[in-house]
């Protein structure tokens, strides 16, 4: 960093200082589970174990948002790992309000950030409103049709047909055709191995893509099958990535079925995708496909979230609780209404129901929490205050990463701020209920978000619009911790140049730690801002810790 930098910081006079020794303070192990139940309290002092044998003086740990609805023996066994930590040298640390899946919303669903639906059809049976089934344009959903010697389907793409993909007229699902994927390692550099078809459908309506696939000796994690739904009209608009996949091990060479929901966007626009991202032995088989207009079953019950039921052909709205009220229903079934008696609906009406729903993307279709609605806010001061009289932290990790959706309810959209500014607000906050609890406190957070070089100025999932410029929105003492590797050359100077202080996530999945840590040792240190290194695994793979330790000497 400039000097004229590094004094302008100083003078701000921030609680927390990135001046550091000449080696990092922090050395965290990313735990990051629940240590609510004596089992899992046990699991955990395991850990604090291993850290404390290998030099290591921090570990994240999770499941804490919600400790003060928890009861008295969660809050206990915390507390227990917290005094276990203080006698090891290793501090517990509280990773906290995540935002995909969303903070809080598990103990309040009403803080879902929602998306719109238009017009789903319904009608009158009986005495309950039903949803009506459209029809579906999905074409050649069976592969009856297609050329065998040029090992293509009619209105499917595949990659490398004849090379990496075939027709298969005998392996197909309930006899009937397939198309067979080779591994693609060497034909594609990308792996893929996909197949494809862009339909147009209903804006703003609920559909199902389902399909069929086995496998053979393909034991790397794939998605067989994934929806894309994008728009045409914008890059403000919002779109969503979401899939559903299954491993096919080795010793399971029979067919499963795989589907998932999704929202069509305002242009209709719809790429089908089944196949592999990341195939790289074995081969498998895709068939059966199948295209459906669905019902809602995540229905927003917030008070931002209105309803309305209206005649499909006059445009007459009906009046919820005169003409028509929700019916009874469990978790996960379709949306039915009731008839009011009295109501001024008639049999053989057709109408149309606007309503907001659980918004979702992303290819492990997530949901994230709205960053507008203040209730949040009410909740993460609970919370920090009983993290705060259970933990006693000295350091608190923001969970915000990876948001796939925002900006498309109707609290987003009438406070007329961009997703920046939504996202800059809502750190503020989180910083500030923080320090109101714990003033000396170190904050960090995971990078992505903010990041130009990474996801800030990607449109993400369900999102409306990017976050282009949040990276200047937010406060200096909120530490960057960050994870992506590839990056690391113009993600540090750029938050360093912002006053920001610097971790390095260090994935130790792969099979060249040594030289991940190496990497990220030279692209770091060299930043007065460093306060440290975090090892991370996604898989629970804590055999490598002392590789990882012996290259950060």
Request: net charge neutral.
């Amino acid at each position: 960093m400039r000097k004229s930098t590094l004094t302008l910081f100083a003078a701000a006079g921030l609680a927390v200082s990135c001046a550091r020794a000449d080696a990092p303070q922090h050395l965290w192990l990313h735990y990051a589970r629940s240590c609510t139940t004596p089992k899992e309290l046990a699991e955990g002092k395991k850990f604090v174990d291993l850290a404390a044998a290998h030099g290591l003086n921090g570990m994240l740990v999770g499941n804490v948002d919600d400790l003060f609805r928890q009861g008295q023996s969660a809050r206990d066994n915390v507390r227990a790992l917290k005094l276990y930590g203080d006698r090891k040298g290793v501090k517990i640390i509280p990773s906290v309000w995540g935002t995909s899946p969303g903070a809080m919303t598990y103990s309040t669903p009403s803080l879902h950030e929602t998306i719109a639906l238009k017009g789903m059809p319904f009608e009158v049976q009986g005495d309950r409103i039903v949803h009506r089934k459209g029809v579906t344009p999905i074409r050649n959903a069976s592969l009856a049709e297609y050329d065998r010697e040029k090992n293509v389907f009619a209105n499917w793409s595949a990659e490398h047909p004849g090379v990496g993909s075939f027709v298969d007229l005998e392996g197909g699902h309930d006899g009937k055709p397939a198309v067979r994927f080779e591994p693609a390692l060497a034909k594609d550099k990308y792996r893929h191995s996909r197949f494809t078809q862009k339909v147009t459908l209903e804006p703003r309506r609920r559909y199902r893509f389902s399909g069929w696939v086995r496998g053979e000796d393909a034991d790397r994690y794939f998605h067989p099958v994934v929806v894309s739904v994008g728009v045409d009209n914008g890059k403000d608009a919002p779109m969503t990535f979401s899939s559903s996949g299954r491993n096919v091990p080795k010793d399971d060479a029979g067919w499963h079925q795989l589907s998932v929901s999704f929202t069509a966007g305002e242009s209709g626009t719809v790429y089908l995708y089944a196949g592999s991202w990341n195939m790289t032995d074995g081969r498998f088989w895709l068939s059966d496909f199948a295209l459906e207009e669905i019902g809602i079953t995540e229905l927003s019950m917030r008070k931002s979230a209105p309803r309305r039921l209206r005649n499909a052909v006059t445009g007459v709205s009906y009046a919820e609780g005169k003409d028509w009220t929700l019916a009874p229903r469990k978790h996960g079934e379709e949306v039915v209404l009731d008839l009011a008696k009295g109501s001024a609906i008639r049999p053989g009406d057709q109408l149309l129901f606007d309503c907001f729903i659980v918004a979702h993307g992303g290819p492990k279709s997530n949901s994230s929490t709205c960053m507008s609605d203040p209730q949040l806010y009410e909740w993460l001061e609970k919370s920090a205050r009983t993290i705060r009289e259970v933990l006693e932290p000295e350091v608190w990790m923001l969970g915000i990463d990876e948001i796939m959706a925002g900006g498309t309810c109707e609290l987003c959209k009438t406070g007329k701020k961009d997703l920046a500014h939504i996202l800059g607000e809502c750190t503020t906050k989180m910083r500030d209920i923080i320090r109101k609890e714990t003033p000396n406190a170190e904050i960090f957070v995971w990078s992505d978000m903010y990041d130009p070089y990474h996801n800030a100025n990607v449109r993400l999932g369900a999102c409306k619009g990017t976050f282009e410029g949040v990276g200047d929105l937010i406060p200096k003492d909120v530490g960057m911790m960050l994870w992506y590797g590839e990056k690391v050359g113009k993600s540090a100077p750029y938050f360093a140049e912002r006053g920001h202080c610097l971790m390095g996530s260090i994935c130790c999945d792969g099979k060249d730690v040594a030289g991940a840590v190496r990497k990220w040792k030279e692209g770091l240190s060299a930043y007065p801002e460093l306060r440290g290194f975090m090892y991370t695994t996604w898989i629970n793979e804590y055999s490598k810790i002392d590789t990882f330790v012996r290259e950060l000497k």
